[in-house]
């Protein structure tokens, strides 16, 4: 509050503004020489014995730290959700967000996510997408599902608690989507579509320069049953290696042959 009263700028606007509105606020500003530096949040540094619940905790008081954006407006590019963006460029994003420690969304959260677990093959990533409904208003939300010590949990951000982290406690990927869906419900909201991304490639690791699969697997509860749904996510953790294969399952695919 204080901040605020000391950038008449930036007293009593009304979001979203428009392009002209916001060029005229930014030119304003970059005209002041007396204003504070912003902080820049500092990422965890761990050595090589810190277990991956600790980094994992860890990891998301770092993402937690970050002010959430009420703005309307995103200060980065994180289109990639819809686009299929390259990790690489999830990557740089993310170094983008923790350089400039603007406010973020969820979406920026699973980037930092993503970023901040590369090096760490022992904590494997899945995004996991939720759409819902209340009263007529549609919500879209995302959240990075983990795995690691044969347990599933979640980092994220959100402006409801219960909507983000949630600890490596969960047998399965199931169990995990039935915690959200439970949360969901809890707060009003009608869950419409699950949608399920590939693994995301670590450091190293074959893939590590392709697209990010944020939904490969589009689950919808308007025209599937809930115990359709679930024996669909079993299906989907058994297909990237997080539950073991069954006799029905199909074969993993192969890899393809190398050029002689």
């Not at 809890?186 to 944020?214: C, N, T």
């Not at 809930?226 to 079993?234: G, K, S, V």
Request: charged share 25%.
């Amino acid at each position: 509050e204080k901040l605020l009263s000391d950038i008449p700028e930036l007293a009593g606007l009304k979001f979203p503004l428009s392009e002209d509105k916001l060029l005229e606020i930014v030119q304003s500003l970059k005209k002041r020489t007396d204003l504070p530096r912003p902080p820049r949040l500092e990422p965890p540094k761990f050595s090589g014995n810190v277990s991956p619940t600790i980094r994992h905790r860890a990891i998301q008081q770092f993402i937690e730290s970050f002010e959430y954006n009420f703005t309307g407006e995103n200060f980065f590019n994180v289109k990639g959700v819809k686009n299929n963006q390259s990790l690489f460029r999830v990557l740089e994003v993310a170094k983008r967000v923790i350089r400039e420690s603007l406010p973020i969304k969820c979406v920026e959260a699973v980037y930092l996510g993503i970023y901040l677990t590369q090096c760490m093959p022992d904590i494997e990533r899945l995004p996991l997408i939720f759409n819902s409904d209340i009263g007529g208003h549609k919500y879209g939300h995302i959240v990075l599902a983990i795995r690691y010590g044969g347990r599933v949990g979640a980092l994220g951000l959100s402006r409801r608690a219960d909507l983000m982290y949630k600890p490596c406690q969960y047998e399965t990927l199931a169990d995990l989507v039935a915690e959200y869906k439970a949360c969901y419900e809890r707060w009003s909201h009608q869950l419409l579509k699950i949608k399920v991304g590939s693994l995301v490639a670590h450091e190293g690791r074959a893939g590590a320069s392709d697209a990010v699969d944020w939904s490969g697997t589009i689950l919808s509860l308007k025209t599937s049953s809930w115990a359709d749904a679930l024996a669909a996510l079993h299906k989907r953790a058994r297909a990237v290696g997080w539950e073991p294969r069954t006799t029905s399952d199909p074969p993993p695919a192969a890899a393809p042959a190398k050029r002689p």
